[in-house]
């Protein structure tokens, strides 16, 4: 096999040949699935006349093939593994093609498969090819008609994009349905489901009137886990109605629950797939994190039916424009609907440490990439979440009343048409009159800039001299890096006062919370009428996805967790303070130095225990150490040995030292009441459940006594999972045994809590974890084809149990790479993403990056899927 090829962004042309009706009919069969389709093609008109027809093809066998009803001679055409040539075409004209499938043999869950019993479709980015023969590429728009026959029994229910416009019997069992989408798509955003499927319905009234009809399709057993999707459906148009004045288009929406999925779901026009863990939730199955994820998802995908559909991309290269758009779009209706602080800083502390480390390591890439080798690699946190901070520094920049006008430009100016990341930007330039380019450096650029700031004060003029100089550090095939332009959000707190002083900047005053725009590689800001000392308070809110480092002292940090207006820097002052201290512990161990522990932190953690928050959701992320991960994420070179013994060091520590006070929380914070997925429940439950972890980290008797009657008392799966997991990860396994059989036994029939039962066992800190993955994975409830079983079981111990995969002896990257070889031949993206945590090799000591580069060349070594091998070759380039 030769090396996959890289696709150029430089390369990009418009389609020879467009579509502008699609015609479709599926004849159902495990085995041997008929399709027909009938395209109505013209010539493109920016293209010259006479060119040949490419059409994209994978694993299809061509069974009949005509233009204008002329059946087509052997060399009027051409196949290859991965497409379809006619030679030559008339300048419209209709093309038929009959080909054969074969869903029950496809593991890659890319095109059209099976999933249990039911058939079902993944086409986003390129799996429309395994359904027929067709320019598969976003910038081809066309109306589909869509009739998909099937058993009736096995399969009632039939869907497609659209609306039903025919249905009826067919001899030998059979019966068919007819859809119709009037909206123009790209072949990715098609979907097809059928099968045994039970509906929950409802309606929703637009803001013009329109009737909605609102399809919420599951399996049986399913149907009283889809409230909490629905109530958020319907929380989401309304959101994005009043928003951004968006309102639904068609007749119906439908959502199908899918147990064998890549992802977390996709935004089929009318039609949205999801992997049944983002739609299903129940008190007793799914914890405040999941019904949280839930709603966040369900969003995504409606909020795409603008922001991705109406208008949508012009190649795989502007993937962002439709994700980073949308995540921001999903981000603040999450913000809006729950506590926006606490979104705020659970995005960017997942950001920092899961996106920090893919733009420091081999796979790092720009929003807008210039060349790929398999795009399904390219669905990645800097396509989707930097993207979204990017977005999020765009509308900050222009001002929300900008950005909403630039916002309704670019949904009427571009709709029903496929278009770049320069259409979008230059909607909020026209709308705001603003120069954003060099903003635009952003989209091409990858890596974390790293900004150093100082400052001085001046006592006798009254003057704060802030200085920030910025970088950013080569990344694979960009050495050299322009500077890019950064808004940092900022606000000077008065030492004396506690308050945040007047900013008075060149003469002109600014309030007490301004932006400043950094641009140059070093620039100087000199804030007069500074009447006491100042701590500054930077980047608040996380105005730009940067890393900043300032010289503040541990006093400082302890002034700003107390008196910073802004919630999210007083949160990361707390942060910045316990890593301060996490630093010192951590040398220690690698010095075999006696720990001592910083009383500051105790200090500081006291106060917070003892005012009364009004914020419980926000106290309880203050409480929360920064993760192991984390943690890693700020040291030169990972020790993470080191790591977990410094980071539980601090949380016994306090755990011994506030005994008294994390149990009054834990006890003032306990209820009764009936669950709800609700922001102030969440917020006691959270809060309630940080405590105990701090009570339970010295496993004394009061403390497992508690965690034993949280377990028993099984009053939803928050308290339940948390209880568990801090039996499991304990050092008794007397109790943990018994726990987690019992959970095992009782969830047996429910894969999703399955996997949380998976994940639990394999991120335990003790040495027989990695023994217990390889056990577990003989596990009736486990399966290598099941994307959510390699998540909850490899992925979790490979991402999560940092101490147990980087086990000296290698042992845990063997497993890995184990995995990822069988998966490369059985699901491809899935094998690919899986590898991530042994291509981080870099950050480790000698020993453990030789183990690691001798896993990537074992993989390398194997017959790799294009997936697999873009991703070896970078990581050990
Ligand atoms: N567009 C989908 C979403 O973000 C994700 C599709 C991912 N497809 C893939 N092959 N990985 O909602
Ligand atoms: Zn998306």
């Given at each position: 096999m030769s090396d996959p090829k890289p696709t150029y962004l430089r390369d990009y042309r418009p389609p020879a040949y467009r579509v502008t009706h699609t015609e479709l009919t599926f004849d159902l069969d495990p085995a041997a699935t008929r399709v027909k389709a009938r395209l109505h093609l013209e010539r493109h008109p920016e293209r010259e006349s006479g060119l040949p027809l490419t059409l994209d093809g994978e694993r299809l066998v061509l069974k009949a093939i005509a233009i204008d009803g002329q059946p087509l001679e052997e060399d009027e055409y051409a196949l290859t593994e991965d497409g379809l040539t006619v030679h030559r075409v008339p300048e419209r004209f209709l093309l038929d093609t009959e080909v054969e499938i074969a869903p029950e043999a496809n593991t890659a869950l890319e095109g059209l498969y099976q999933s249990g019993g039911m058939y079902c479709t993944q086409c986003e980015a390129e799996g429309f090819r395994r359904i027929t023969y067709y320019p598969d590429r976003p910038d081809v728009m066309a109306t589909f008609a869509t009739t998909v026959i099937g058993d009736a029994k096995r399969e009632p229910v039939l869907l497609s994009n659209g609306n039903p416009v025919e249905r009826g019997e067919l001899p030998g069992g059979r019966h068919f349905v007819t859809w119709e989408d009037p909206h123009p798509k790209p072949c990715y955003l098609f979907a097809l489901v059928a099968g045994d499927l039970e509906k929950v319905e409802d309606r929703f009234t637009t803001m013009s009137g329109r009737e909605v009809t609102l399809q919420i399709w599951v399996e049986a057993e399913n149907l009283g886990k889809t409230d909490h999707a629905m109530a958020s459906l319907k929380r989401a148009m309304t959101w994005d109605e009043q928003t951004y004045g968006r309102e639904y288009d068609l007749d119906r929406f439908m959502i199908v629950a899918v147990n064998d999925f890549n992802m977390g779901a996709m935004e089929n026009k009318g039609l949205n797939i999801f992997n049944s863990a983002a739609v299903l939730t129940h008190p007793h199955t799914a914890t405040d994190a999941a019904f949280q994820r839930v709603e966040g998802i369900v969003a995504h995908e409606y909020f795409h039916n603008w922001s991705g559909n109406r208008v949508t991309c012009?190649?795989?290269?502007?993937?962002?424009?439709?994700e980073g758009f949308t995540v921001f779009r999903d981000q603040c209706f999450s913000a809006d609907t729950n506590s926006a602080p606490v979104k705020r800083i659970e995005d960017v502390s997942f950001f920092r440490t899961a996106q920090f480390a893919e733009d420091a390591g081999p796979t790092a890439h720009p929003i807008r990439p210039d060349h790929y080798i398999e795009i399904t690699n390219f669905y990645t946190l800097t396509i989707y979440e930097k993207g979204a901070e990017v977005v999020r520094m765009l509308r900050n920049l222009v001002g929300w009343e900008a950005f909403r006008r630039g916002s309704d430009r670019y949904f009427e100016r571009f709709d029903g048409q496929a278009v770049t990341i320069e259409d979008f930007v230059g909607c909020m330039e026209e709308a705001s009159?603003?120069?954003?380019s060099q903003f635009m450096r952003w989209y091409s650029q990858a890596g974390t800039p790293e900004i150093d700031a100082h400052g001085e004060y001046d006592y006798a003029n009254a003057e704060y001299r802030l200085i920030l100089r910025q970088r950013t550090p080569a990344t694979p095939d960009q050495p050299d890096k322009l500077p890019l332009h950064i808004p940092i959000r900022l606000g000077l707190v008065g030492t004396k006062s506690g308050r945040d002083l007047p900013l008075t900047l060149d003469g002109e005053s600014l309030g007490t919370d301004a932006v400043i725009h950094l641009r140059e590689d070093e620039q100087e800001f000199v804030f007069t009428e500074v009447s006491e000392a100042p701590v500054p308070s930077l980047a608040r809110g996380f105005s730009a996805p940067v890393k900043l480092r300032f010289p503040y002292g541990r006093e400082d940090l302890a002034f700003l967790l107390a008196n910073d207006s802004d919630g999210f820097n007083r949160w990361d002052a707390g942060q910045r303070l316990a890593m301060l201290a996490l630093d010192d512990l951590i040398a220690a161990h690698r010095n075999g130095v006696e720990k001592v522990m910083d009383s500051r932190v105790v200090e500081a953690f006291r106060t917070l225990l003892s005012q009364d928050s009004d914020d419980k959701a926000v106290l309880a992320e203050m409480l929360t150490l920064p993760s192991e991960a984390y943690i890693a994420e700020q040291q030169p070179l990972v020790d993470v040995d080191a790591i977990h013994a410094a980071r539980t060091f601090v949380k016994q520590s306090l755990a011994m030292a506030l005994r008294d006070e994390f149990l009054a929380v834990f006890e003032a914070n306990r209820s009764e009441a009936p669950y709800a997925p609700e922001p102030e429940q969440i917020a006691a439950r959270s809060l309630k459940n940080v405590a105990l972890s701090y009570l339970m980290a010295i496993e004394d008797e009061e403390g497992i006594e508690l965690v034993q009657r949280q377990f028993a008392a099984d009053h939803n799966m928050t308290d339940v999972r948390h209880a568990l997991t801090l039996l499991v990860h304990s050092s008794r396994d007397d109790l943990a045994e018994p726990a987690l059989r019992r959970f095992g036994e009782k969830w047996a029939h429910d894969p999703l809590v399955m996997d949380q039962w998976f994940s639990i066992q394999v991120t335990r800190p003790q040495p027989d974890a990695l023994e217990r993955v390889k056990f577990l994975m003989e596990h009736p409830a486990f399966s290598l084809k099941n994307p959510n079983k390699v998540r909850a079981l490899i992925g979790a111990f490979a991402g999560q149990n940092r101490v147990n995969f980087h086990r000296a002896d290698g042992e845990g990257y063997r497993l890995l790479a184990d995995v990822v070889i069988e998966l490369n031949r059985l699901n491809p993206e899935i094998a690919a993403r899986i590898i991530t945590p042994l291509t981080r090799w870099q950050r480790f000591d000698e020993a453990r990056q030789a183990l690691m580069k001798a896993e990537l060349e074992r993989i390398r070594a194997e017959e790799l899927s294009p997936n697999v091998y873009e991703v070896v070759q970078k990581a050990l380039a």
């Open positions: 012009r190649d795989w290269f502007q993937l962002s424009l439709k009159g603003q120069d954003l």
